[in-house]
Each structure stands twice: as structure tokens, then as C-alpha cells.
């Protein structure tokens, strides 16, 4: 799908207000979710696991592309999504499919919750630095 110069225009325009980057990390991060559900439902193959967080990161890459926004937004940004989609995911396999549920200690819960947040940091981290040095390389 290739967009028009004014559509690109109105996108840029769009991502660029205060309020376009949180609904766009809902947005992906819900799509993300909701696909690493399918992909748990449909699947035993755990590499397929990654492929979600693939086209979360191709889709933030996507829909920031050639707007001036800062490292540390798009980073952000990143890890919000990322940590929607890893959410979504935790809950439906602790109600869904786990079978201690909410019986499991907290401390267990706070242990995975922030290994996922220091690996959507790393991720997230990574991702946001090389679109940096994408959009910077291409506006010289």
C-alpha cells in the first residue's frame, strides 16, 4: 500500500500530536496481543512466538517513519507496546490456561513482569536507536 504525499502529510501530522503515540502503542500492542494469542492458540511451535513481536516492531518502524520524533518518544512508545502485547498475553495463559491461576505467589508474578520490561527495554532500546540513525541517514 503505497500513501500520497498529503496522506503521509496527514499521518506524520497525526503521529506527531500529543495524544497519536499512546493510541498508536494501544494500537499495535493490541494487534501484537491479540496474534501472540493466535499464535498460542493454533501453534506448539514456540519460535512462531516471534513473529508477533516482529510485526510489532516493522509496524511502530512503519508508522514513524519520516516524523520528527525523538529517541526517547519512540522508545517509549516501544516499550508500551510491547509490554501491552506481552500483558495481554501473561493474562490470557494465567486465566485461560494456567491451572494454579492467581493461587501462585506475588513475588512470582513481579519476577516475570519485569524480566518482560527488561526485555522489551533491551528491544525497544535497540529498534529506536537504528530507526534514529535511519531517519537521520536519510534527511543528509
Not at 18 to 36: E, S, T
Not at 40 to 63: E, Y
Amino acid at each position: 500500500m503505497y500513501l500520497t504525499r498529503k496522506e503521509n502529510r496527514e499521518l506524520d501530522f497525526w503521529i506527531e500530536q500529543p495524544k497519536g503515540l499512546p493510541f498508536a502503542a494501544c494500537l499495535a500492542g493490541g494487534v501484537a496481543g491479540g496474534l501472540l494469542i493466535l499464535v498460542t492458540v493454533l501453534s506448539t511451535f514456540g519460535g512462531l512466538m516471534l513473529f508477533p513481536f516482529v510485526f510489532l516492531a516493522g509496524g511502530l518502524f512503519w508508522l514513524m517513519r519520516g516524523t520528527r520524533i525523538g529517541y526517547f518518544r519512540r522508545f517509549l512508545t516501544g516499550v508500551a507496546a510491547f509490554m501491552l502485547a506481552g500483558m495481554i498475553l501473561y493474562f490470557y495463559l494465567l486465566i485461560f490456561i494456567s491451572q494454579l491461576g492467581f493461587q501462585t505467589p506475588l513475588s512470582t508474578h513481579v519476577w516475570r513482569i519485569g524480566m518482560m520490561l527488561g526485555i522489551g527495554i533491551i528491544f525497544n532500546g535497540v529498534i529506536a536507536l537504528v530507526q534514529a540513525a535511519y531517519e537521520t541517514r536519510l534527511r543528509r
